[in-house]
């Protein structure tokens, strides 16, 4: 189930929780990084339910040097992606559409919005979501909207803890370019993340009888 991480009632409760670290090897996060054609661009993706127009998840797309997805409190994963606190490397295709594929559903569409920005805001950007730690349950759009208030040239997004808010907000820049992705599958998103582990399994052992 994707995290409802914008839910008021958790907030208090939540606040002070730690969450778990998870940390790839440095050498597993070097050999994964993608480089990202096109100039330097940060999007925010925003899970937007069908049914309450309620955001349900946020996470922020940098494309800098290379490109990272700071996903907090996300439950997306997969065996060749390496992760760091929340922090995922090596995010080319197909696995951003594996990404795309797990949140779009019959449930929820997702909001991309885009803005291109210097070199030196997407390295900033980086170090920041790089520095920042796990993040816990429902502080998804907390800690983006921390990350994106302390960066030059967003500074009026201000905090929010609720996805649509910080969507609205990043929305009213200028310069963002909005898409909206739409998907009927099925809501049970574990079945999808267990198909992705599967394909990744035999591309492995394919690779290795080439070899």
């Not at 996903?71 to 696995?95: Q, T």
């Amino acid at each position: 189930m994707l995290r409802l991480c914008a839910a008021f009632a958790l907030v208090g409760a939540l606040a002070g929780c730690a969450a778990e670290e998870v940390m790839a090897p440095p050498e597993a996060v070097e050999r994964a990084a993608f480089t990202p054609a096109g100039p330097p661009k940060v999007t925010l993706v925003t899970m937007i339910s069908n049914s309450s127009g309620a955001g349900g998840h946020s996470a922020l797309i940098i494309d800098g040097a290379q490109r990272v997805v700071f996903d907090p409190a996300g439950s997306w994963h997969h065996p060749l992606i390496p992760e760091r606190n929340d922090v995922l490397y090596g995010m080319g295709e197909p696995f951003m559409g594996f990404y795309m594929d797990y949140h779009a559903r019959e449930t929820y569409h997702v909001v991309m919005q885009e803005r291109d920005i210097a070199p030196e805001t997407a390295a900033a950007l980086i170090a920041a979501v790089e520095s920042y730690g796990a993040v816990p349950n429902a502080q998804c759009s907390l800690s983006i909207s921390r990350v994106l208030s302390q960066t030059p040239g967003f500074e009026q997004i201000g905090t929010s803890w609720f996805p649509a808010r910080t969507m609205d907000r990043f929305g009213a820049l200028p310069g963002v370019r909005e898409t909206r992705v739409y998907d009927d599958d099925s809501d049970d998103n574990l079945e999808l993340l267990q198909a992705q582990a599967r394909a990744a399994q035999m591309q492995a052992e394919m690779a290795a009888m080439g070899n």
